[in-house]
Nanobody, 122 residues
C-alpha cells in the first residue's frame, strides 16, 4: 500500500508556471506507475499525465501535451508535474495516483492523494 500527498498548488496568472509534487510513503514506490488527474468544478475527473515505474515512458492528455511534464524520482519517492503556459481552463484540483499498470483511466489507479488546488487567473 502507498499513501500519497500532493503539494505545490496555488494561484498563478495565465502564462505562468507551477510545479506540483507528490510524495509517496512506502518502500515499493518504484513498482508503481504514477499518474496525475484533475477535476474542475462541475466536471468529471480527467487524466492529465502518467509515467511508468522506471520513468522511461510518459503519456499525456492532448490538452496538456507540450505544456506539462511528468517526472519521478524513485530514490526520493516523489513524482512531479511541471506545468508551463498555464491557462484559465487548467484551473482544477490536481490529484496524483499510483497504480500497478500505467493507464489513462481512473480505474487503472488504486491509490490517490487528497488533491491540491491550482487556480489560473489574472
Amino acid at each position: 500500500q502507498v499513501q500519497l500527498v500532493e503539494s505545490g498548488g496555488g494561484l498563478v496568472q495565465p502564462g505562468g508556471s507551477l510545479r506540483l509534487s507528490c510524495a509517496a510513503s512506502g518502500r515499493t514506490f518504484s513498482s508503481y506507475a504514477m499518474g496525475w488527474f484533475r477535476q474542475a468544478p462541475g466536471k468529471e475527473r480527467e487524466f492529465i499525465a502518467a509515467v511508468t515505474w522506471s520513468g522511461g515512458s510518459t503519456y499525456y492528455a492532448d490538452s496538456v501535451k507540450g505544456r506539462f511534464t511528468i517526472s519521478r524520482d524513485n530514490a526520493k519517492n516523489t513524482v512531479h508535474l511541471q506545468m508551463n503556459s498555464l491557462k484559465p481552463e487548467d484551473t482544477a484540483v490536481y490529484y496524483c495516483a499510483a497504480g500497478f499498470f500505467i493507464g489513462t483511466m481512473i480505474k487503472d489507479y488504486a491509490y490517490w492523494g487528497q488533491g491540491t488546488q491550482v487556480t489560473v487567473s489574472s
